[in-house]
């Protein structure tokens, strides 16, 4: 296997002329998207990956300079998909890999067909007109709690990300998600997401874009979908009726519906 195949976990499935890559959210792993993925595997060459840090990647291979802005994490995307993708590319990105796609198809317009934002959000902190969800001090609220007890933390936080009460299971799943990753990394790459803000480069990103938003997310507001709709070139919103930040686990099925719809028309 290749070094970029073992930083980051990369495993290829599907067969087709376009490719289509996942990348996970913060606390997640590529197993996340086994509800949404393998739909796609008829159709398109599929790939998915753990970002560095995470899951089944090469944690040897953090870097806490290199991972410290977004803008790593892109390069890394790059990488896999200059060694992995045939043809186009299809990026489907859940919470902060939604950002790194975003920063990759500004770097590599070239390689993206479109790009898919699973509850995206550039900026998680209010500024002005803008709601990002959380205050300043909510954020360092938070990462200190998860400094002091990172257990603790995650049991908490995971359940109310993933929402559905009815699930248990899934808030399960992701709380134990949370719960394997190495603390100290998970506390820097909570630091690199929760404080970055990339505002200003959404309007640079041409990729045309499909906004999936869930009507409840705590994580990433309504506010926020609307503001990335109204900025970012060749965009289209799609609201989800279901509590959570997690749609592609939740609701696969309205999720690969909405992806679907927006492909048959920026595909053709």
Same mark, same amino acid.
């Given at each position: ?129 803008? %709601?990002?969800?959380? #205050?300043?001090?909510?954020? *360092?609220?938070? /990462?200190? @709690?998860?400094? !002091?007890?990172? &257990? ?39 630091? %690199?997401?929760?404080? #970055?803000?990339?505002?200003? *480069?959404?309007? /640079?990103? @041409?990729?045309? !874009?499909?906004? &999936? ?56």
């Amino acid at each position: 296997m290749s070094s970029v195949q073992v930083r980051n976990n990369v495993r290829i499935s599907g067969s087709g002329s376009t490719t289509m890559v996942f990348a996970h959210g913060f606390g997640c792993d590529q197993t996340m998207w086994r509800f949404l993925a393998p739909a796609y595997g008829e159709r398109f060459r599929t790939i998915s990956f753990d970002l560095v840090g995470s899951g089944g990647s090469d944690l040897a291979a953090y870097c806490r300079d290199k991972y410290g802005t977004l803008h790593g994490y892109a390069d890394d995307l790059l990488e896999i998909i200059d060694e992995f993708a045939t043809g186009p590319v299809v990026f489907v990105g859940h919470s902060v890999s939604t950002m790194i796609g975003l920063l990759a198809t500004i770097k590599a317009p070239h390689k993206f067909s479109a790009q898919v934002m699973v509850g995206p959000s550039p900026c998680y902190i209010d500024d002005g007109d803008y %709601v990002g969800g959380f #205050s300043r001090e909510d954020i *360092d609220e938070l /990462l200190e @709690t998860m400094e !002091a007890n990172f &257990l603790g933390w995650s049991s908490n936080l995971a359940p109310a990300i993933m929402g559905v009460p009815d699930r248990p299971e899934l808030r399960e799943e992701l709380t134990n998600s949370f719960c394997r990753n190495d603390p100290e990394i998970a506390r820097h790459f909570a630091g %690199v997401t929760f404080l #970055s803000d990339h505002r200003k *480069d959404v309007p /640079l990103s @041409t990729v045309p !874009a499909l906004i &999936l938003q869930c009507t409840d997310d705590m994580v990433a507001p309504r506010s926020v979908g609307e503001f990335l709709h109204r900025n970012l070139p060749s965009s289209t919103l799609h609201i989800i009726d279901n509590v959570g930040h997690c749609p592609h686990m939740s609701a696969p099925t309205e999720s690969s519906r909405a992806i679907d719809n927006f492909l048959a028309h920026v595909l053709r």
